[in-house]
């Protein structure tokens, strides 16, 4: 089986001990972005609420893991391959850490793997730059700027490990994310 890595490399360490675990099921009920939204909503407040003494911290707190966790889900919902995936969650000190377990057919892996390899080299906010004038240019999906805007503008780590399953001709896909909680 062949593993690869993309971004930071200490992201997939990830303790789960202390994480609140979901799993969005496939089934009858097929999985959508709105529940992106639902999940993400739920995650944001559940960390955020130790933050509720300061009505603007908490609003920020809650405001920023809302949009990483609902970017993050809903890549995962928008390009996955049949199955469940897996949510893990946990704010720690003045952090918040996530993984998001899902499989992706190979040819989905191969092209995030290609974009990944040009998003995750040089420095965030000048490739966000670059990429929205790209993306300007031509209507394509896939452009990395929801990534991109994660890195440059929420300061999020972020990391993405394959792991190719060849009988079933797809591959596992855990995405990392770290992003400091802000301060005030």
Known sequence: MTT????????????????????????????AWKHSSMTSDF????????FRPSKRRYNQVRQDIGYLTNELI??????????????????????????????????????FQRLLSSITQGDPSDLLIRQIEAS??????GSGLGLLTLMSDYKADLA?????????????????????????
């Open 4 to 31: 690869v890595l993309y971004g930071q490399e200490h992201l997939a360490s990830f303790d789960a001990t202390h994480a609140v675990q979901l799993r969005l099921l496939d089934g009858p009920l097929y999985l």
């Open 43 to 50: 995650i944001a407040e559940m960390m955020a609420l130790r």
């Open 74 to 111: 809903e890549n995962a919902i928008k390009f996955r391959a049949p199955g469940e995936i897996a949510i893990e969650a946990m704010a720690e000190d003045d952090n918040f850490k996530m993984r998001i377990s899902n499989f992706v057919d190979r040819q989905t892996a191969a092209r």
């Open 136 to 141: 300007a240019k031509t209507a394509g999906s």
């Open 160 to 184: 993405w490990l394959f792991e190719e399953d060849r009988p079933r001709n797809r591959a596992k896909l855990e995405t990392y994310a770290a992003m400091p909680i802000s301060p005030s």
